[in-house]
Structures are given as C-alpha cells and as structure tokens.
C-alpha cells in the first residue's frame, strides 16, 4: 500500500529502535520484510503497530510498504485516541512521524508513560461504568 495513504497512531519514534531495525531490514528488496498491520478506523486507514518499521521503510524512500489487514479485536478506543493525539500534533503521515525520531529514554517517558496512563484512566472509567450498570 501507498505509505502516504496510512495515518500513525503514534507521536514519537525511538531513535535505538529505529537503528535496529535499520540494520535489519532487507535492504535488497525491503518488500521481503514482515508485513505491518493496518486498520480502517472512522475512515481512516491507521498503522495499528510497525510505526518504527514504516519509518525506516520512509526514510529508505519506499513509497509503498507490505500491509496486512488487522482484525484481531484490540482496544480500538485506546486507537481512537492516539489517533486523535496524532491530528492535534499535526503528525498525519509517515513523513510527519520521521521528524519526531528521540532517543530511547525520552521516548519511554513520552509515549510509554502516556499510553500506560491513558490505559489506566480508561481502566478506570471502564470499571466505574460496569459498577454503575450493575447498580
């Protein structure tokens, strides 16, 4: 698929990740390489993991990269969000993702704390409406 037609539903990329799998790729045909899975979200067609993949895939100048849909049933809410978070700050695109390259430990801080904490709030309000159903 056209890299330009799939949004990220991640802000940051770690720059350590980012070098291993830089070497790991296929450089003779990066086609070969897993392939990195995808979903129709509120009409949008999202990354649903790979962002680090797809980055390196961008920055080999591959215009189009292997695909799969997802159809595993994953916190789609959860993807809603980060989606969201992605249009507030403007990162609409592989290309847009590849300027937020940060190294390892500013990425935990930035994007595992903020995705653990959403997580937890959602947890949260999740409980409080099964405690509220059940009342």
């Not at 037609?5 to 790729?25: C, F, T, V």
């Not at 049933?73 to 980060?82: A, K, N, R, S």
């Amino acid at each position: 698929m056209d890299i330009s037609n799939i949004r990220p539903s991640q802000l940051y990329i770690s720059k350590q990740k980012l070098n291993n799998i830089q070497i790991s790729l296929n450089l003779a045909n990066p086609m070969l390489d897993n392939p990195l899975p995808i979903k129709k979200l509120n009409g949008r067609i999202i990354f649903v993991d790979g962002h680090t993949r797809a980055v390196a895939f961008y920055l080999l100048n591959q215009k189009t990269v292997p695909v799969y849909w997802e159809y595993e049933e994953l916190d789609w809410e959860m993807y809603e969000v980060c989606v969201q978070w992605c249009i507030d700050e403007k990162i609409l695109s592989v290309e847009e993702l590849s300027q937020r390259i940060i190294p390892h430990t500013e990425y935990e801080q930035l994007w595992y704390k903020r995705c653990d904490e959403l997580h937890a709030s959602m947890e949260k309000q999740r409980s409080a409406l099964s405690q509220n159903s059940k009342n």
